[in-house]
């Protein structure tokens, strides 16, 4: 009942800004115990957490990409984004937006179905 949907270019340059919106259908991105998270996967690799937005708005990232990453919200659309700046090769992936729900044993809830992101000149 719970759906996200990636939403960004498919392609960006090196040392630009990486942009991608999530959004939500079926809850509302306030609900209580509630995160919201971005997770990656490149080409041949695990995966990997960038970082999420609470239900409250409070925001923590990967240390190893908390220097380049911001995440935020937009209540009236039900939507939080993702800017990753000063992207190099190496951030091409698989870019997956994610519910995590505090009151499961496993803590996350429904995923987006991904979206590629090339950076490349």
């Known amino acids: 009942q719970v759906q996200l949907q990636e939403s960004g270019p498919g392609l960006v340059k090196p040392s630009q800004t990486l942009s991608l919106t999530c959004t939500v259908s079926?809850?509302?991105?306030?609900?209580?115990?509630?995160?919201w998270n971005w997770i990656r996967q490149s080409p041949g690799k695990g995966l990997e957490w960038i970082g999420y937005?609470?239900?409250?708005?409070?925001?923590y990232y990967n240390p190893s990409l908390k220097s380049r990453t911001s995440i935020s919200r937009d209540t009236s659309k039900n939507q939080f984004t993702l800017q990753l700046n000063s992207v190099t090769p190496e951030d091409t992936a698989v870019y997956y937006c994610?519910?995590?729900?505090?009151?499961?044993?496993?803590?996350?809830?429904?995923w987006g179905q991904g979206t590629q992101v090339t950076v490349s000149s």
């Open positions: 079926g809850d509302s991105i306030a609900t209580n115990d509630v995160s």
């Open positions: 937005i609470s239900y409250l708005g409070n925001t």
């Open positions: 994610a519910q995590w729900i505090a009151t499961l044993i496993d803590g996350f809830g429904s």
